[in-house]
């Protein structure tokens, strides 16, 4: 243990969120560039986590291992496994352009005192959320773990809370009770997640009498560490929840749509893309690696809620009248597939939502960035008051059409080589459930198209005729987000190499192979060897 | 003496504990029920006696005596002192204010008392040793020897207890003046600038027929000033209001003149 | 007669002075029935000290007592000092812990 | 010489990045920069081409492994292409066609201000459908599939400011999208039978599993081929994908990308021809359709929409031809060519007539236009020629070809589909007749256009008629060119193979019994519209021609069915998102907040009420500890 690399990777955006809210009132700008630069440090420290990541070495790298509270066996344990990389490299990724995309979110308003200090606020949490996500993805202790999967909510809520949705229908009162009901709502959903979560790390305790979850997971491959039969399932479900919630799976999803509805855009990227991504992360790393039998016995039921998931999110994406809702539910949707890869206990499944996680973040990032400057210029998130803005800004449509694509997964964007993992991995174990959840992607056309259709075409409104086209700041925030999910829709392997040998773990974990071809086929030609 | 070491007591004992018991049991249901704090007081202090009584009886005769001297004699005293500061004479309303608090504090009382009645008749307390033998070197060096060994840690910090409880009793009674007192000449100005009372008090009894101190002083429309009541009065509820009897007064003053004028006019 | 029977009655004036505390709102009232039941219980520590032919319980009635003489200075001090600022003793009339 | 290959696709790629990228300052040269790129990619497929005739044939099937595109453990798809006679018909056709149309848009699309906006979607449209015949495995296939799927979206919403444009780009894609599923479910199905997707090993593995999974992957295939090709029953997006500008209708709804569907089944040919079951349908399909095409396109008064019934029709018989087997593959994709030149060049002479009528559709309000564009006239004649089958022109043998083949099938099917190919070529000959009649012939029936102006119909400038002219010496030629001496038959052969099945009839008998069905459907039409003026507004028309105008209600069925239906479960599942499953946890919620309300009212702040708690909670626990001991 040389340099503690995923320490000071986790600890670069937590000293750049307190000295962010250190700045003082008058020097805003200055807080804004701090927050991006620490948000870029971070960045350059998640890929040198990629460089020095082995992809054919150990399982966990870069561990770091130190006593913390020794009483309880908890130890201040981290390491990354191949899909650990991955989601730090996402969240590094997408924090600059969730700061650069809500620059002006959080001006005062004029109106407002002198010495009040949103902006300062707004990016010291959003740093501090950042530092949180990366040290949940980190922590190979579940109480460490755990610690950073709860205190997470609390910035969060402050974000959603604090920080509105500047266009909204009706009042300002109105507006702010909304937005406080919406902040409530994710609390208490994910504190509910949270301590049935607690119950379950303190049984597991009991049972396995440490924290650590490579231990506890070798204990349990060698089978040292016995757990009765329903100790295990009740244990898995405890966590299960509360990554559940946090996914989110139907039916625990109706706190996404009112979070990411009235909060900003880049919030909202912030929630579902980033925030969300420590419930399914979590389900691959703690629900498969700690419980795999249970997870096995429940996989029956979650196949199921995650298809009404797809199917469901994307119906109800269809009927909504207000654009970040109904990415909202889009997302839903998508959780559904992730939800579904994970447990369709395949390698393509798995590897394929790993690469979901990723990709939806992109995608989804694009997709509600796009559309929040969209409304930041009409100040109204109903989809009705929109029309023919592709006439008038081209490039917002353009960009806002691509964000559409990825999100209904069109081939040669990132989404679909995921997307396409995923069914392909469930269809070869459960063929049925591979071919309902197919039926998303068609749902995924409908919704998008529609959206782009109703805001986008048409004749031009009158509201929407003096709108701008986007500007330098929103160009380079989007630009570089197609291009990345253009440049992994055609060449995903630089993830796949990475994500591969710990999805291989994952399903040793579980004690899992891949249902084999019903016909084996000679390896065509010379092109095998990868 | 013998009596007490036996498993019954002697007949004497018994017709004194059901006759005085009786009586004590009375004088505390008295305590709860009396309207009046002094009744309540006075209640109280009868059945402290008769446990004083009881306690000769057992053969506590310290306790018997420091229960008469300290308790019947100094807090009882002190109760019926705070009782007048108070106001002697406000009747404690016994109307209950709070829904249902009678009938549960009732039940309560009425599960508790039969859960220990349960408990000691449980227990099987059949066998008394008596205090024979123990009193027989002296009661008195007994407890002493008690007190100044085995428990004399306690017995010290229970007068630092003492010590601090009147301490405490001072501090929170006292008030001290943290302020200059005002002048005549500021209290004066302070009377000019709020405009409320620009003269001063008028003096007890003044338009009066009664120069007593309950007595409230008249302004000069003939209504009673309470403010020239003393306080306690005051909220005692005890000033007694003559502004009636004073305003005859003054109508038959001014009859009394007009008539001496008139005639005096007549005589003109 | 059995010497039990001055716990028996211990115990009934124990449960007079609870249900007093209880029903009355009178401060003063209120502290009396506190003494009702420090004096019951001192009446069964004296019957203890009988049964067991010893004088601990004595012991332990004594200093019941200098504690319920402290107590009551402190409380009446109380009573008063409320009953300066608030003009009253009632104990419904305190009644701030409401929300 | 395989490295060439990925610069077929590169290069209109490329055009696409830099056109759709590079902002206004390409807007004077991008139409050209397109042009270019598109030509680039005809020429190095002529290259190929010229190589691969140079080598025998069993020798020309070149393949090009660029990278594996997605590794994941037991799962690999690689980008890797393969340029075989079949894959290297389709770029000509595609980089050909293409190329004429790119030319031809210059002048069409002259006064769009967006016009470089949409060389790029053109760029990227073949650039995607070289990828679609160039694949050497499914998902790249479906790579390039959904990639013309979105350049056709793109280009039919092109003119997004009509609502009808936007909705019937959504349509098409949406549509497409249900037929994607199946050709996705195949894929999975492949993957899970066979361990690999790429065609080769799947064709040489074919024999090793059931005749069930062929004939379920079939079907898949079979759904995604009615998705792309407008086959019955997803052909309802065709007809309103007219709404695009007419290059797009010519190169993507005529000649290139609705036959990708046709493409597809002859690509699979090896499973088709192991799953008899799926064949049939497929031949049922394409037979249903040919005449749902055909008998739409007869009572169609939009010129474009006619057509695309007639396109409709026309993918049927490939698809038919398609259904049948050895016996038909060839003839389905030389129809497929040879509908390319004619078909593409019967919509750039719509297209031609449509630019010199102030972008009149209506065939009701043309008519005696022979004389004021010749050259579209000539073109379009030849056209129609080529499409009736008019002896020695290219449509002709194709059709005849697929005629005799439908009758070869033998049994009972042969004769049911040789009846509906014979009477489909009767009504293309009416419908296609009427076309020609309503647009060059009778007198004049012009109106003025919703602004008032006079039509003056005049003849297109050169850049438009240039390719039509190349087109219609296509539709000439084409057929005859391929027939003699069986070159294309011989071509094709090694990838497609070929049986010759077992006519009943002899190949003179049926020649003859389509220049019957030929001529009584061009009489009809002579009868209906040559002889007599034909009225501006379309008359009431029989209980069948007013349900050929509604599409056979098939639309409306959709509309009734899927969209008001959709509609409803949407709106009633926002519903029960909104109260139910949040009604229950604010339930909850308020429930619990009740419960709190009621259980604060014993917090009354009354120390007495607590002191009743308190010796209520202490006599309770004294009285447990007594029972405790009790037990």
Sequence with gaps: ?????????????????????????????????????????????????????????????????????????????????????????????????????????????????????????????????????????????????????????????????????????????????????????????????????????????????????QEITAARAAGTLDMATNTERLLFLGFFFAFAVKAPLWPLHTWLPNAMGESTAPVAVLITAVVDKVGTFAMLRFCLGLFPDASKWATPVILVLALISIVYGALVAVGQRDIKRLVAYASISHFGFIILGIFAMTSQGQSGATLYMVNHGLSTAALMLVAGFLISRRGSRLIADYGGVQKVAPVLAGTFLIGGLATLSLPGLA???????????????YPVVGIIATIGIVLAALYTLVLYQRTMTGPVKEEVRTMPDLRLREVLVVAPLIALLIGLGVYPKVLTDIVNPAVEHTMSDVKQTDPKPEVAVEAKNGEEAK | MSAIAATAT?????????????????????????????????????????????????????????????????????????????????????????????????????????????????????????????????????????????????????????????????????????????????LAERRVREGVQLPPLPAPGVYARHNAVDVPGLLPDGTPSELTVSGTLRSRGQIRDVSGEALDDLKALEQRSAERLGREEASK | MNPVNYLYLAALLFTIGATGVLIRKNAIVLFMCVELMLNACNLAFVAFSRMHGNLDGQIIAFFTMVVAAAEVVVGLAIIVSLFRTRHSASVDDASLMKL | MENLI??????????????????????????????????????????????????????????????????????????????????????????????????YSIGYMEHDE??????????????????????????????????????????????????????????????????????????????????????????????????????????????????????????????????????????????????????????????????????????????????????????????????AGSTMSQIGYMILAAGLGPIGYVFAIMHLVTHGFFKAGLFLGAGSVMHGMNDEVDMRKYGALRTYMPVTFVTFGLGYL?????????????????????FAKGGTEGWILGGVTLLGAGITAFYMTRVMLLTFFGEKRWQPDADGHEPHPHESPKSMTIPMVILAFGSVFAGAFFEIGERFLKWLEPVTGYSHGNPPVSAMTVTAATMVMLLVGVGIAWAMYGRRPVPVVAPRGSLLTRAARRDLYQDDFNHVVLVRGGEHLTRSLVYVDHSLVDGVVNGTAASVGGLSGRLRKLQNGYARSYAVSMFGGTAILIAATLLMRAV
């Design chain 1, 415 to 429: 989404p679909f080589v995921s997307e396409f993992l995923v069914l392909v991995g469930t269809f070869a174990r």
């Design chain 4, 114 to 307: 967006r016009r470089r906006r949409f060389f790029g979607y053109l760029n990227l449209f073949v650039a995607a459908m070289l990828l679609l015949v160039l694949a050497d495995n499914y998902l790249l296939l479906y790579f390039g599939w959904e990639g013309v799927g979105l350049a056709s979206y793109l280009l039919i919403g092109f003119w997004q400011h009509k609502p009808s444009a936007a909705t019937a780009a959504k349509k098409a894609f949406l549509v497409n999208r249900v037929g994607d599923m199946g050709l996705s479910i195949a894929i999975m199905l492949m993957f899970t039978t066979f361990g690999t997707f790429a065609f080769t090993p799947v064709f040489g593995a074919v024999g090793e599993t059931s005749e069930g999974m062929l004939t379920a992957i079939g079907l898949m295939l079979l759904l995604a081929a009615c998705g792309k090709s407008a086959q019955v029953p997803l052909q309802s997006w065709l007809g309103d994908a007219m709404e695009g500008p007419t290059p797009v209708s010519a190169l993507i709804h005529a000649a290139t990308m609705v036959t990708a569907g046709v493409y597809l089944i002859v690509r699979s040919a090896a499973v088709f021809n192991a799953a008899p079951d799926a064949q049939l349908v497929v031949t049922v399909v394409g037979a249903v359709t040919l005449l749902f095409g055909a008998i739409v396109g007869c009572a169609k008064d939009d010129i474009k929409k006619a057509l």
């Design chain 1, 1 to 213: 243990m040389d340099f503690p690399l995923l320490t000071v990777t986790a600890a670069v955006p937590a000293v750049g969120a307190i000295l962010t809210a250190a700045v003082p009132a008058a020097r805003r700008t200055a807080a804004k560039w701090l927050a991006l630069l620490f948000s870029l440090a971070t960045l350059a420290l998640a890929v040198l986590i990629a460089v020095r990541f082995e992809p054919g070495g150990d399982r966990y790298q870069l561990t770091e291992s130190r006593s913390w509270i020794a009483d309880f066996g908890v130890r201040y344990e981290l390491g990354v496994d191949g899909i650990g990389v991955v989601l730090i490299g996402l969240t590094a990724l997408l924090i600059p352009f969730v700061i650069a995309a809500g620059w002006h979110d959080a001006d005062p308003l004029e109106t407002s005192s002198k010495r009040w200090r949103p902006t300062q606020g707004f990016f010291a949490l959003i740093l501090m959320v950042e530092a949180m996500v990366i040290i949940s993805f980190e922590a190979t202790d579940v109480f460490l773990f755990y610690i950073f999967f709860e205190a997470m909510l609390i910035p969060m809520y402050f974000l959603i809370g604090g920080f509105g949705d500047r266009a909204h229908a009706g009042s300002d009162e109105n507006a702010a009770a909304q937005r406080s009901y919406a902040a409530v709502k994710f609390l208490l959903y994910n504190l509910v997640g949270g301590l049935i979560m607690l119950a379950a790390v303190i049984g597991l305790y009991v049972v396995a009498g440490n924290f650590s979850l």
């Design chain 2, 10 to 186: 002697s007949s004497g004992e018994a017709v004194q504990f059901w006759i005085l018991g009786t009586v004590a049991v009375i004088g505390a249901l008295a305590t709860i029920l009396m309207k009046k704090a002094v009744h309540s007081a006075l209640s109280l202090a009868g059945t402290m006696i008769i446990l004083a009584v009881f306690y000769l009886a057992n053969g506590a005769y310290f306790l018997g005596v420091v229960q008469v001297i300290v308790y019947t004699g100094a807090i009882m005293m002190l109760f019926l002192f705070v009782v007048m500061l108070v106001g002697v004479t406000a009747a404690d309303s016994l109307k209950e204010t709070i829904k249902g608090q009678r009938w549960l504090a009732l039940l309560c009382g009425l599960g508790f008392g039969i859960l220990l009645f349960a408990g000691i008749g449980h227990a099987g307390l059949g066998h008394f040793n008596g205090l024979g033998r123990i009193n027989s070197a002296g009661h008195v060096e007994g407890l002493a020897q008690l007190i100044f060994t085995k428990y004399v840690f306690a017995f010290e910090i229970t007068g630092a207890l003492l010590i601090t409880a009147a301490v405490g009793a001072m501090v929170l009674t006292h008030r001290e003046r943290t302020e200059r007192a005002a002048t005549q000449r500021e």
């Design chain 4, 386 to 406: 080529a499409i009736i089958g008019f002896p020695g022109l290219s449509g002709f043998f194709s059709k005849d070809m697929i005629i005799e083949a439908a």
């Design chain 4, 6 to 103: 990925a610069l077929l696709i590169a290069a209109p790629l490329f055009g696409a990045v830099v056109l759709l990228c590079g902002g206004r300052r390409l807007d004077k040269t991008g139409h050209w920069i397109g042009t270019l790129l598109a030509a680039v990619s005809f020429g190095i497929g002529v290259v190929l081409f010229a190589d691969m005739l140079g080598r025998s044939a069993d020798e020309r099937t070149l393949t090009q492994n660029l990278y594996t595109w997605i590794p994941v453990e037991g799962f690999q798809a690689d980008m890797a292409f393969q340029l075989d006679q079949l894959s290297m018909t389709f770029v000509l056709l595609i980089s050909g066609v293409g190329t004429l149309i790119h030319v």
